[in-house]
T-cell receptor, first 117, second 113 residues
Framework: AQSVTQLDSQVPVFEEAPVELRCNYS??????LFWYVQYPNQGLQLLLK??????LVKGINGFEAEFNKSQTSFHLRKPSVHISDTAEYFC???????????????FGKGTKLSVIP | GAVVSQHPSWVICKSGTSVKIECRSL??????MFWYRQFPKQSLMLMAT?????????EQGVEKDKFLINHASLTLSTLTVTSAHPEDSSFYIC?????????FGPGTRLTVL
């Protein structure tokens, strides 16, 4: 079984300031890691993902995340946020030992990022 | 990236009626699709896994007879909310996997009066 903990339910930040959204996970097997963004009344959009290789992954809209296996973390960062980044952000993991074609996700509870003008 | 669509994007229905929601993978095939329910200000709750050509797998506590799932082809899964009641009002989202990644539909807002 896996679990995902997003340590902050809400993160207010001023426009053009840097931001870090924290995500920790627990799993007994190797996992794939994802960050999704959800704007109001919309589905989830993939921001970035870690499957293998370099532990620093870059995504859309200037976001990046670093996979830290020893700390079981996958924190999301952006050096300078914009008003348009205001949204809900979800960290998720999948067990890639489940076999091809499945990749069921376990989600964190989400972090509401509010960018203040 | 892969694209998943949902139809309708919103629906309002009377209590006791049934509502069908479609989930389509537009540019890839998916033998498995997932249906989620999301309550306001909460994370996604997995309802069921839709399997092409076989029965869906439901999560604990989800009523199979109320939430009927059909995965008729490699690009289409449908969720039918039968005899809907106001407590079924929610945001329903589907997803489909492609290349080790889940891609989500835009969601369907269901309001039952």
């Amino acid at each position: 079984a896996q679990s995902v903990t997003q340590l902050d339910s809400q993160v207010p930040v001023f426009e053009e300031a840097p931001v870090e959204l924290r995500c920790n996970y627990s799993s007994s097997v190797s996992v794939y890691l994802f960050w999704y963004v959800q704007y109001p009344n919309q589905g989830l959009q993939l921001l970035l993902k870690y499957l293998s290789g370099s532990t620093l992954v870059k995504g859309i809209n200037g976001f990046e995340a670093e996979f830290n296996k020893s700390q079981t973390s996958f924190h999301l960062r952006k050096p300078s946020v914009h008003i348009s980044d205001t949204a809900e952000y979800f960290c998720a993991v999948s067990d890639h030992s489940s076999g091809a074609g499945s990749y069921q996700l376990t989600f964190g509870k989400g972090t509401k990022l509010s960018v203040i003008p | 990236g892969a694209v998943v669509s949902q139809h309708p994007s919103w629906v309002i229905c009377k209590s006791g009626t049934s509502v069908k929601i479609e989930c389509r993978s537009l540019d890839f095939q998916a033998t498995t699709m997932f249906w989620y329910r999301q309550f306001p200000k909460q994370s996604l709750m997995l309802m069921a896994t839709s399997n092409e050509g076989s029965k869906a797998t439901y999560e604990q506590g989800v009523e199979k007879d109320k939430f009927l799932i059909n995965h008729a082809s490699l690009t289409l899964s449908t969720l039918t909310v039968t005899s809907a009641h106001p407590e079924d009002s929610s945001f329903y989202i589907c997803s489909a996997p492609s290349a080790s990644t889940q891609y989500f539909g835009p969601g369907t807002r269901l309001t039952v009066l």
